[in-house]
């Protein structure tokens, strides 16, 4: 089981761009959150897909916005970046079904605006 | 509205002494809390987590952690620190309707020999 990965690891963009990140859930699951942690903070909730649909919304601007595909991974686009958009993605899935309980988290991409 | 406090953005201890990382959490309805663990440049580890089973909850890596509803505390303990220990903690509570967590700023707690 290969667990939650993300793709890229690092990744280095200017003020102004856009920038896709990208997760595949573990095996099972169907649900994806995605969480930015900025340097020395805990991690803050984005937003939560499932089926395909946004479910749950934390308190960030429209300029965040995913997508969850059929087989369930997830993408998280951001618009526009500012240099406060520097952090860590995280990514985390976990089952709907079967309780739902525990979140798996990926590695995580480090993003850095410049 | 959920939310989790952390006290002591930074404990210390000797390796063999006893780990203290408090959570204090507020809840509109009974909770579900966690522990996460997070090394040096990677993603979260869970360690346990309380679903309104059993008060006392046992973790991985000898940690547990106690669920006092009286005093809306969710608190880390270990009887032992060892030098491996030394990461980044994280208590976190779940957003209801779903599996989203409200995460607190973290503990960094360092073992020195």
């Known amino acids: 089981d290969a667990g939650v990965t993300q793709s890229p690891t690092h990744l280095i963009k200017t003020r102004g761009q856009q920038v896709t990140l990208r997760c595949s859930p573990k095996?099972?699951?169907?649900?994806v959150s995605w969480y930015q942690q900025a340097l020395g903070q805990g991690p803050q909730f984005i937003f939560q897909?499932?089926?395909?649909?946004?479910?749950q919304r934390g308190n960030f601007p429209d300029r965040f916005s995913g997508h969850q595909f059929p087989n369930y991974s997830s993408e998280l686009n951001v618009n526009a970046l500012l240099l406060g958009d520097s952090a860590l993605y995280l990514c985390?899935?976990?089952?709907?079904?079967?309780?739902?309980?525990?979140?798996?988290f990926g590695q995580g991409t480090r993003l850095t605006v410049v | 509205a959920q939310s989790v406090t952390q006290l002591g953005s930074h404990v210390s201890v000797s390796e063999g002494a006893l780990v203290l990382l408090r959570c204090n959490y507020s809840?509109?309805?009974?909770?579900?809390l966690f522990w996460y663990v997070q090394y040096p440049n990677q993603g979260l580890q869970l360690l346990l987590k309380?679903?309104?089973?059993?008060?006392l909850v046992k973790g991985i890596n000898g940690f547990e952690a106690e669920f006092k509803k009286s005093e809306t505390s969710f608190h880390l303990t270990k009887p032992s620190a060892h030098m491996r220990d030394a990461a980044e903690y994280f208590c976190?509570?779940?957003?209801?309707?779903?599996?989203?967590?409200?995460f607190g700023k973290g503990t960094t707690l360092s073992v020195s020999s």
């Open positions: 976190a509570v779940r957003i209801p309707g779903g599996t989203a967590l409200i």
């Open positions: 985390a899935s976990s089952s709907a079904t079967g309780g739902g309980t525990e979140a798996f």
């Open positions: 309380y679903t309104s089973a059993a008060t």
């Open positions: 095996s099972g699951h169907d649900t």
């Open positions: 897909y499932y089926e395909e649909e946004e479910r």
């Open positions: 809840s509109s309805v009974p909770p579900y």
